[in-house]
């Protein structure tokens, strides 16, 4: 069983924000407007972070991609009260809409900030609601997903390592007889696909030949809040001053 | 079912004022509670992803530590055996248990899909500590319940009833003071979840502890006030007897109160986080204001003997530990917390309007209960010679 993670090289990222854009696009994730943004209420399972580090004169602006860490401990399945929270076998970290009590208790304990509660029924301004991605919804009985998938208010919802493409992309390459290719797997999230600057991976941390556990393994590879003892599975690359 | 206290008093004009401010203010409480639960969080709070948690789930917080006077006093009576204390009981276990009824009401409001709020009985994620809260606060409601229930069917004139459930007082009691500890620690351990968020002067291993014993104290002042204020309102005379068991109250508020103080100081001193909290910024004078005000003041006051013996001064000791307890859990759930920058909270009128309701309703609930049960011990009195 492969351990799913995500390598994001902070020296090619340019913070053009297309993984954030891609993201809200292909996980139908519904539209906030100035309002509701500035209540802190936009729903990002991607977003990009910037920030300024050092003293000045000496200072330097830092971006930090950050989708969820699919962490390996994670502390938002442990706090759950229903179990809508749980970790598949291939290490993601998923919510089940359907369980959920939106009791806003992972919110609360998820020290990276990337789980979010659906204040508001979901909406698309026109044209945009005629553009709902299709392909990316519950589990079908008869395989694949069904969709457009839109969470209820009152839901907890969260990045998935665009779980619907993976599935998607095994099956195809089950039905093959082959494995899926570095090149498949570092284009399947919709984030790592838009990136111009290619600066994110995705594959197998368990597979020592994989690129990312080969990254994983560099003197650049750092985690966030890795003292924490999440055990998050995206690992960022330093960026050279 | 009508008792003594109905027939021998008659309302004050002030007395029925303040029910009718109290009616107003449930009626109000439960329509924006009703439109809550048609429209959502989104459109009646302020809540947001960097404050999920606000205004009702600190008044949970605070409303379970001043319920905690209930198993309080049942565990003195119980198992350190002070019988003396059955005289206030009755009184504590009807606070007690309105108590945690409302913190059910405000839960399930809280809850962003209220339609499914039995999913923690459906799916078990026994390594929740909300997990645990839920099921104890479900089943300690059902055990005050089982307490409370004798004084109902004594009411309805089934004495026979409530000396049946009488019988079990004394496991009902021991199940109830098991739950509650479980509970009222795993209320800390909901905030242990969250070391890189709540600020460093209430974070610490020991805050289970911290909000046990705080439930403890807070629950011997939940006692005070709920005979004092009880009497009062009701007209009933407060007997020596129950005077000396306030004042043993208050002896032993000193007590836990000084070990509270004295594990905060060393905790704060181990973790070499004392000047934090005489730095005086925005989180240190929240601190220091919620440790002098329900920690240190009512210490000193409860530590003189002429407080414990006067109501004026247990009431207003009392209301200092309540300030404190609920400031201590308003810093931990909002003030403590660090967000964004720019991220800020402010109740909406509705979240208010909510809890003033739910606190209006549970005041009018305990004052019918109160006068209309046989709570005090006059009116047991004149109904066991009715039955005679």
């Given at each position: 069983m492969p351990r799913w993670g995500m390598i994001i090289d902070l020296d090619k990222?340019?913070?053009?924000?297309a993984c954030t854009v891609a993201c809200l696009a292909e996980n139908n994730v519904p539209f906030a407007g100035p309002e509701e943004t500035s209540m802190g209420r936009a729903i990002l399972w991607h977003e990009v972070i910037g920030g300024i580090e050092g003293e000045y004169p000496d200072l330097w602006a830092t971006f930090i991609p950050r989708?969820?860490?699919?962490?390996?401990?994670?502390p938002c399945i442990k706090v759950c009260p229903v179990g809508a929270t749980y970790r598949r076998e291939d290490g993601l970290v998923m919510q089940d809409y359907d369980q959920?009590?939106?009791?806003?208790m992972c919110i609360v304990a998820?020290?990276?900030?990337v789980r979010y509660f659906n204040w508001r029924n979901p909406q698309w301004p026109e044209p945009m609601d005629?553009?709902?991605?299709?392909?990316?919804g519950p589990p079908q009985p008869t395989g694949g997903r069904g969709g457009p998938d839109v969470r209820p208010r009152g839901v907890v919802e969260k990045c998935t390592f665009c779980v619907h493409r993976l599935e998607k992309a095994e099956r195809k390459a089950q039905q093959e007889y082959r494995e899926m290719s570095e090149q498949e797997l570092t284009l399947l999230p919709a984030c790592n696909q838009t990136c111009p600057a290619s600066a994110r991976y995705f594959g197998d941390?368990?597979?020592?030949?994989s690129t990312v556990s080969r990254l994983a393994r560099g003197a650049r590879a750092f985690r966030l809040?890795?003292?924490?003892?999440?055990?998050?599975?995206?690992i960022y690359l330093k960026e050279g001053r | 079912m009508a008792t003594t206290a109905m027939k021998t008093k008659r309302p004050s004009l002030t007395g029925l004022i303040t029910l009718g401010i109290l009616g107003s203010l449930t009626l109000l409480g439960v329509g924006t509670g009703i439109y809550r639960l048609l429209t959502g969080l989104g459109t009646t709070t302020?809540?947001?992803?960097?404050?999920?948690?606000?205004l009702w789930i600190d008044f949970d917080f605070a409303l379970i530590a001043f319920s905690g006077g209930a198993f309080t006093l049942c565990a003195l009576i119980v198992?350190?055996?002070?019988?003396?204390?059955?005289?206030?009981e009755r009184l504590v276990v009807l606070t007690g248990w309105l108590g945690y009824v409302l913190v059910l009401v405000l839960l399930l409001v809280d809850l962003?899909?209220?339609?499914?709020?039995y999913h923690f009985i459906m799916y078990?994620?026994?390594?929740s500590p909300l997990f645990e809260v839920c099921w104890c606060i479900l089943l300690y409601t059902i055990v005050l319940t089982l307490e409370f229930a004798p004084v109902v069917f004594e009411g309805l004139r089934k004495p026979k009833t409530a000396h049946a459930i009488h019988r079990f007082a004394v496991p009902i009691a021991i199940i109830g003071v098991t739950l509650s500890m479980m509970h009222q620690s795993t209320l800390g351990t909901l905030y242990l979840a969250m070391p890189t968020k709540l600020h460093t002067l209430w974070h610490s291993a020991m805050l289970p502890l911290f909000f046990l014993i705080s439930s403890v104290g807070m629950g011997l002042s939940t006692v005070v006030l709920a005979t004092l204020v009880g009497h009062r309102a009701l007209g009933h005379k407060i007997s020596g007897e129950t005077m000396s068991v306030l004042d043993s109250m208050g002896k032993a508020s000193i007590f836990v109160w000084g070990i509270y103080l004295l594990l905060k100081l060393e905790d704060l001193l181990m973790a070499g986080q004392l000047g934090e909290a005489f730095a005086f910024d925005t989180q240190s004078v929240w601190f220091l204001a919620e440790l002098v005000i329900g920690v240190l003041l009512p210490i000193i006051l409860y530590a003189q003997p002429w407080v414990r013996k006067s109501q004026g001064g247990l009431l207003g000791t009392a209301l200092l530990t309540t300030l404190g307890t609920v400031l201590n859990r308003f810093n931990t759930v909002l003030v403590g917390q660090k967000v964004v920058e720019g991220a800020s909270y402010t109740p909406h009128w509705m979240e208010i309007a909510v809890q003033v309701g739910v606190l209006a309703a549970g005041i009018l609930a305990w004052y019918l209960a109160a006068s209309f049960l046989p709570i005090f011990l006059r009116d047991r009195l004149a109904l066991q010679s009715l039955q005679e």
């Amino acid at each position: 069983m492969p351990r799913w993670g995500m390598i994001i090289d902070l020296d090619k990222c340019t913070a053009c924000q297309a993984c954030t854009v891609a993201c809200l696009a292909e996980n139908n994730v519904p539209f906030a407007g100035p309002e509701e943004t500035s209540m802190g209420r936009a729903i990002l399972w991607h977003e990009v972070i910037g920030g300024i580090e050092g003293e000045y004169p000496d200072l330097w602006a830092t971006f930090i991609p950050r989708p969820c860490m699919h962490c390996d401990n994670p502390p938002c399945i442990k706090v759950c009260p229903v179990g809508a929270t749980y970790r598949r076998e291939d290490g993601l970290v998923m919510q089940d809409y359907d369980q959920c009590i939106g009791c806003r208790m992972c919110i609360v304990a998820c020290p990276y900030e990337v789980r979010y509660f659906n204040w508001r029924n979901p909406q698309w301004p026109e044209p945009m609601d005629q553009y709902l991605n299709p392909d990316q919804g519950p589990p079908q009985p008869t395989g694949g997903r069904g969709g457009p998938d839109v969470r209820p208010r009152g839901v907890v919802e969260k990045c998935t390592f665009c779980v619907h493409r993976l599935e998607k992309a095994e099956r195809k390459a089950q039905q093959e007889y082959r494995e899926m290719s570095e090149q498949e797997l570092t284009l399947l999230p919709a984030c790592n696909q838009t990136c111009p600057a290619s600066a994110r991976y995705f594959g197998d941390l368990d597979n020592p030949k994989s690129t990312v556990s080969r990254l994983a393994r560099g003197a650049r590879a750092f985690r966030l809040l890795e003292d924490l003892g999440t055990e998050p599975k995206v690992i960022y690359l330093k960026e050279g001053r | 079912m009508a008792t003594t206290a109905m027939k021998t008093k008659r309302p004050s004009l002030t007395g029925l004022i303040t029910l009718g401010i109290l009616g107003s203010l449930t009626l109000l409480g439960v329509g924006t509670g009703i439109y809550r639960l048609l429209t959502g969080l989104g459109t009646t709070t302020n809540l947001s992803d960097a404050y999920p948690w606000g205004l009702w789930i600190d008044f949970d917080f605070a409303l379970i530590a001043f319920s905690g006077g209930a198993f309080t006093l049942c565990a003195l009576i119980v198992i350190f055996n002070q019988r003396r204390c059955e005289a206030v009981e009755r009184l504590v276990v009807l606070t007690g248990w309105l108590g945690y009824v409302l913190v059910l009401v405000l839960l399930l409001v809280d809850l962003g899909r209220p339609d499914r709020f039995y999913h923690f009985i459906m799916y078990f994620n026994h390594h929740s500590p909300l997990f645990e809260v839920c099921w104890c606060i479900l089943l300690y409601t059902i055990v005050l319940t089982l307490e409370f229930a004798p004084v109902v069917f004594e009411g309805l004139r089934k004495p026979k009833t409530a000396h049946a459930i009488h019988r079990f007082a004394v496991p009902i009691a021991i199940i109830g003071v098991t739950l509650s500890m479980m509970h009222q620690s795993t209320l800390g351990t909901l905030y242990l979840a969250m070391p890189t968020k709540l600020h460093t002067l209430w974070h610490s291993a020991m805050l289970p502890l911290f909000f046990l014993i705080s439930s403890v104290g807070m629950g011997l002042s939940t006692v005070v006030l709920a005979t004092l204020v009880g009497h009062r309102a009701l007209g009933h005379k407060i007997s020596g007897e129950t005077m000396s068991v306030l004042d043993s109250m208050g002896k032993a508020s000193i007590f836990v109160w000084g070990i509270y103080l004295l594990l905060k100081l060393e905790d704060l001193l181990m973790a070499g986080q004392l000047g934090e909290a005489f730095a005086f910024d925005t989180q240190s004078v929240w601190f220091l204001a919620e440790l002098v005000i329900g920690v240190l003041l009512p210490i000193i006051l409860y530590a003189q003997p002429w407080v414990r013996k006067s109501q004026g001064g247990l009431l207003g000791t009392a209301l200092l530990t309540t300030l404190g307890t609920v400031l201590n859990r308003f810093n931990t759930v909002l003030v403590g917390q660090k967000v964004v920058e720019g991220a800020s909270y402010t109740p909406h009128w509705m979240e208010i309007a909510v809890q003033v309701g739910v606190l209006a309703a549970g005041i009018l609930a305990w004052y019918l209960a109160a006068s209309f049960l046989p709570i005090f011990l006059r009116d047991r009195l004149a109904l066991q010679s009715l039955q005679e």
